[in-house]
């Protein structure tokens, strides 16, 4: 899965529908990663208890382009996972196993994009698109 192209985030971030499909696409990961409510935050750009609970229910709403930038690549790692991992369990658990490799430095991936930058997430993702091919 590629990232979207920076013009077509700035023009999916002004569409309401656009907000919708990727908050259902974040809470279905969310569910598979069996992320908690503040880990859902951290990676949503750390907003607020009531913005989160408010995009839970996958309104319309036209999401800020670093939103939408973000469930890019949590969507991404996802997939990536899981082209990676046959198994599906295995490609859900392997966020939070401890890994040596150098961007996690011991810890796990999700440690590290709960590191909060956007950064965060696509070194994760940088790791998994070159452990592809």
Request: proline fraction near 5%; charged fraction near 20%; charge should be positive.
């Amino acid at each position: 899965m590629q990232l979207l192209e920076q013009p077509k985030l700035k023009e999916l971030a002004g569409n309401p529908q656009a907000g919708r499909v990727a908050l259902k696409g974040f809470f279905g990961v969310a569910e598979a990663w069996e992320l908690t409510a503040a880990e859902g935050r951290v990676l949503l750009g750390g907003i607020g208890k009531t913005a989160y609970y408010k995009y839970r229910a996958c309104p319309e709403i036209a999401l800020p382009r670093d939103a939408l930038e973000r469930i890019s690549f949590v969507l991404g790692i996802y997939k990536a996972l899981h082209l990676l991992f046959p198994d599906g369990a295995q490609a859900d658990a392997w966020i939070r196993r401890a890994n040596s490799a150098p961007p996690f430095n011991g810890q796990s991936a999700l440690d590290r994009m709960l590191g909060g930058s956007i950064m965060d997430l696509a070194a994760v993702r940088q790791y998994l698109d070159f452990m592809r091919g």
